[in-house]
């Protein structure tokens, strides 16, 4: 439940808020639904929303001139590591056009999430559905009532309430 419905959940609700608050980027996206692979792996990179993960150091590892004990807890931010500067040009703005795959927010390495190709197919299915099936959906309050996911693992929208005519 947590890693298959929570996470691809999220991301579609939370991804609906980032795009309804990007309007000029949801209209291009509703009319050219090519587009949406790229807009998916940006907004997988752009809402990170699961953030921290750990690892634990098997051998004294030395990284940025610090050395990682055998057997410390190292505490991992995907969301720092896909806003980073160095990677990525303005990492704070949602961009559609970017190419953001090898973003990490299905983590690396052995663990790599098992599930990433089906939520990449749900993604790209549920914004394609829902902006075909709702052209004038809007918020149906305003962007600061939205009540965030700050008190949880994966992060998201508690509710996002939308209306149309
Ligand atoms: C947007 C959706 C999703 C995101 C952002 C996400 C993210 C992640 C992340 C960050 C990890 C940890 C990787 C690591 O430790 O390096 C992970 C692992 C995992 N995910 Fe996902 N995930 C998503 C969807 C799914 C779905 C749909 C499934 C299954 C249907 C799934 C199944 C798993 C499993 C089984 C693991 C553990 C893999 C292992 O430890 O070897 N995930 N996911």
Redesign the pocket.
């Given at each position: 439940m947590l890693?298959?419905?929570e996470?691809?959940a999220?991301?579609l609700a939370l991804g609906t808020f980032a795009l309804l608050e990007n309007p000029e980027q949801l209209a291009e996206l509703r009319a050219h639904s090519e587009l949406l692979p790229d807009a998916t792996e940006e907004l997988?990179r752009y809402l990170s929303?699961?953030d921290i993960?750990y690892r634990y150091a098997t051998e004294d590892i030395e990284l940025g001139g610090e050395t990682i004990g055998k057997g410390s807890t190292v505490v991992v931010s995907?969301l720092a590591a896909n806003h980073d500067p160095k990677r990525f040009d303005n990492p704070d703005t949602l961009d559609i056009h970017r190419k953001a795959r090898g973003h990490?927010?299905?983590?690396?390495?052995?663990?790599?999430?098992?599930?990433?190709q089906?939520?990449r197919i749900?993604?790209r299915a549920g914004f394609e559905g829902l902006l075909r099936r709702f052209p004038t959906m809007r918020l149906a309050v305003s962007a600061s009532e939205v009540k965030l996911k700050t008190d949880m693992n994966i992060y998201g929208v508690h509710a996002l309430l939308v209306t149309w005519v």
């Open positions: 890693a298959g419905h996470t691809t999220n991301m997988l929303i699961g993960f995907l990490l927010s299905f983590g690396h390495g052995v663990h790599q999430c098992l599930g990433q089906l939520a749900e993604m």
